[in-house]
């Protein structure tokens, strides 16, 4: 009879250990669980089992001036992100959400002491971004760049409560000026076309408009700053995404070295998903959406190259997205 009962007592525990490890990723990652620190304890969960954070995606806070997230359990390690822009404690994995770039998708890393091991999560912080993009003309009279929201190429841009794209120091929510951007960065006064309602930016008629320029020269670029507000979680926080403009008159005189970055940047991005077959028109003669797939990320290589840039010192960072206008 004894025996019957410690059979069945290692089964119950068997048990309770494969209904966790079946679930532990989706358990600890939400926060679900009550009691970690004990649930470690009693099944000596391993680092990786126990690194996570309170959610995958954070919205920036109007509420908060300097917004920190971190780690469910501190671990003693060393914590990374790729690609670089995610403002990371090396220490303790705490992120700033308030100076990290947002609308990009991050693999954040946690190598535990003693160990050569690397735990993975996956972080997206909240907000728009642009394709590096090169928009031939002659081919696309439209041109036009749409923003990806939340890293996912298939998901609207949440507006549900309004949004306003190029804000300017205006106290538009009147409660005064320190939550509005500087003034001067506004990109329509500069000449760029955007629905201040959407974020749809058309570069043909910002060329024309003199974005670059009265009438630019092959190699003439710039670089703009993009203040918005969102309809989403972030309640209208004030966010912002840089943007470079590049104009040529033929795809021929683009220098090889600017290809290659742009090659090198889409690199780092990492899209929840892609549009892989483009049907809708508006991207014909645009080297479309690039970027990995999460789940397709090669952490090593992309990693390498990032370590070996840097030793170059040639290091090409993962933002702001690169833009290429060319004539023909």
């Not at 090889?256 to 998903?273: F, N, P, S, T």
């Not at 840097?310 to 023909?328: A, F, H, L, N, S």
Request: charged share 20%; proline share 5%; with cysteine.
């Amino acid at each position: 009879m004894k025996n019957i009962k410690i059979i069945m007592l290692c089964a119950t525990v068997i048990g309770l250990a494969l209904v966790i490890s079946c679930n532990k990723e989706s358990g600890v990652q939400s926060g679900a669980w009550s009691g970690q620190d004990n649930i470690a304890q009693m099944l000596a969960l391993s680092p990786c089992d126990q690194f996570a954070y309170p959610d995958s995606i954070f919205f920036q806070s109007s509420a908060k001036k300097t917004y920190i997230i971190k780690p469910v359990k501190l671990l003693t390690g060393t914590y990374g992100a790729f690609p670089t822009g995610l403002k990371i404690n090396p220490l303790n994995g705490n992120i700033n959400v308030s100076t990290s770039e947002t609308g990009l998708r991050y693999l954040v890393w946690f190598i535990p002491q003693g160990s050569t091991d690397t735990c993975f999560k996956y972080i997206t912080l909240s907000g728009i971004d642009y394709d590096d993009s090169i928009y031939v003309l002659s081919a696309n009279p439209k041109s036009l760049g749409r923003p990806i929201y939340n890293a996912t190429v298939s998901l609207a841009v949440d507006c549900s409560s309004g949004c306003e794209f190029d804000d300017g120091p205006d106290d538009d929510n009147g409660n005064g000026i320190a939550d509005e951007p500087p003034a001067g960065q506004q990109v329509i006064p500069q000449g760029i076309v955007i629905n201040k309602k959407t974020g749809v930016i058309d570069f043909k008629k910002s060329i024309e408009n003199g974005a670059l320029g009265k009438n630019p020269v092959s190699g003439t670029n710039k670089e703009f700053i993009l203040n918005y507000r969102l309809g989403d979680k972030s309640s209208k926080a004030l966010n912002r995404v840089g943007f470079h403009l590049f104009y040529y008159k033929t795809q021929a005189e683009i220098p090889a070295k600017l290809l290659k970055d742009v090659l090198a940047k889409k690199g780092q991005v990492i899209l929840e998903d892609e549009d892989e077959d483009d049907t809708d028109g508006d991207n014909g003669g645009h080297h479309g959406h690039g970027g990995h797939k999460g789940p397709s990320l090669s952490f090593a290589v992309n990693q390498s190259l990032a370590e070996s840039q840097k030793k170059d010192g040639k290091e090409v960072k993962c933002r702001p997205p690169y833009i290429i206008i060319t004539q023909q």
